[in-house]
Nanobody, 116 residues
Framework: QVQLVESGGGLVQPGGSLRLSCAAS????????MSWYRQAPGKERELVAR????????SYADSVKGRFTISKDNAKNTMYLQMNVLKPEDTAVYYC?????????WGQGIQVTVSS
């Protein structure tokens, strides 16, 4: 079955960096584009970044453009989100996402807290 497992979250000071990982299994990883979403307390889940199946095309929410980088290692079945110059408003639960044959799959989510 499809599994998405996020790791790498935690507490970081403003201006700091974190790298999230999403380990995937149960599908042919190199065939599909994937996404990172986040959900802050009291807010709707929002799209953070997307990447194409081979990693050659990426897109970002305006709020993270220039600070976050999405990447994908098809040899390791893992997607990443490098987050730099973190701000308190980046605090949220981050989720990885893939859509297979019209079915949406989510990881369990990982908490990122940006606070001094």
């Amino acid at each position: 079955q499809v599994q998405l497992v996020e790791s790498g979250g935690g507490l970081v000071q403003p201006g700091g960096s974190l790298r999230l990982s999403c380990a995937a299994s149960g599908f042919t990883f190199s065939w599909y584009g994937m996404s990172w979403y986040r959900q802050a307390p009291g807010k709707e889940r929002e799209l953070v970044a997307r990447i194409s199946n081979a990693g050659g095309s990426t897109s970002y929410a305006d709020s993270v453009k220039g600070r976050f980088t999405i990447s994908k290692d098809n040899a390791k079945n893992t997607m990443y989100l490098q987050m730099n110059v973190l701000k308190p408003e980046d605090t949220a639960v981050y989720y990885c996402n893939v859509i297979l044959w019209g079915v949406t799959y989510w990881g369990q989510g990982i908490q990122v807290t940006v606070s001094s």
